[in-house]
């Protein structure tokens, strides 16, 4: 149980387009769901918490504008990279806070802007 | 940042050594987490520890907790091959309605054979 799906697991995009990753928890709802960034050898940094229904909270220095999360239901949280750079290739990584388990992690995506 | 450290960074060892691994921590917590992650891939939770304990088990993985000094350390026994990978400590802190896991800097273990 308590099982997050993530895709894609890997997207090339070019420029100035917007990519959407998605966070599906499978076997349990999940009313808060966390998104995170990971550079190359690096640990994970939190960029935003995702709350159901209402709007995600940032961490500081992360740009909502650019960065959009959108949590409609109890079941999948979305992030999309508006505008990517070569500078947002990075390796984005949910998790959904689950009772009993603690956190669960989705299998991460793989981003890299051309 | 509230991030934590780890140290190593990174550490090789030949199968059937112990490995230890250490992390520090900040601020006060609730509980502290440990985390495995092969490359390219996602975290799988390894073992918690709440901030009242001392110290846990979970087959051949033994974790420490020292509140007192805001340490934590992960020994993996008998390590295998397989267990090569990147280690995370994570401190959880409740603040208002979510739980947040601030992750340590990682220690990237090789098991050779």
């Known amino acids: 149980g308590a099982v997050v799906s993530q895709h894609p697991s890997r997207v090339i995009c070019k420029s100035g387009t917007s990519v959407k990753i998605e966070c599906r928890s499978l076997?349990?709802?999940?009313?808060?769901m966390f998104w995170y960034r990971q550079f190359p050898k690096q640990s994970l940094m939190l960029m935003a918490t995702?709350?159901?229904?209402?709007?995600?909270?940032?961490e500081q220095g992360v740009e909502k504008d650019k960065f959009l999360i959108n949590h409609a239901s109890l079941t999948l949280s979305t992030l999309t990279v508006t505008s990517a750079h070569p500078e947002d290739s990075s390796f984005y990584i949910c998790?959904?806070?689950?009772?009993?388990?603690?956190?669960?992690f989705g299998s991460g995506t793989r981003l890299t802007v051309v | 940042s509230q991030q934590g450290e780890e140290d190593p960074q990174a550490l090789s060892i030949q199968e059937g050594e112990n490995a230890t691994m250490n992390c520090s921590y900040k601020?006060?917590?609730?509980?502290l987490q440990w985390y495995r992650q092969n490359s390219g891939r996602g975290l799988v939770h390894l073992i918690l520890?709440?901030?009242?304990?001392r110290e846990k088990h979970s087959g051949r993985l033994r974790v420490t907790l020292d509140t007192s000094k805001k340490s934590s350390s992960l020994l993996i026994t008998a390590s295998r091959a397989a267990d090569t990978a990147s280690y995370f400590c994570?401190?959880?802190?409740?603040?208002?309605?979510?739980?947040?896991?601030?992750f340590g800097t990682g220690t990237r273990l090789q098991v050779t054979l």
């Open positions: 601020t006060s917590i609730n509980n």
């Open positions: 076997d349990f709802q999940a009313t808060t």
């Open positions: 995702s709350n159901e229904g209402s709007k995600a909270t940032y």
């Open positions: 994570a401190t959880v802190r409740n603040t208002g309605t979510a739980s947040k896991l601030t």
């Open positions: 520890i709440r901030s009242n304990e």
């Open positions: 998790s959904a806070l689950y009772r009993d388990y603690g956190y669960t």
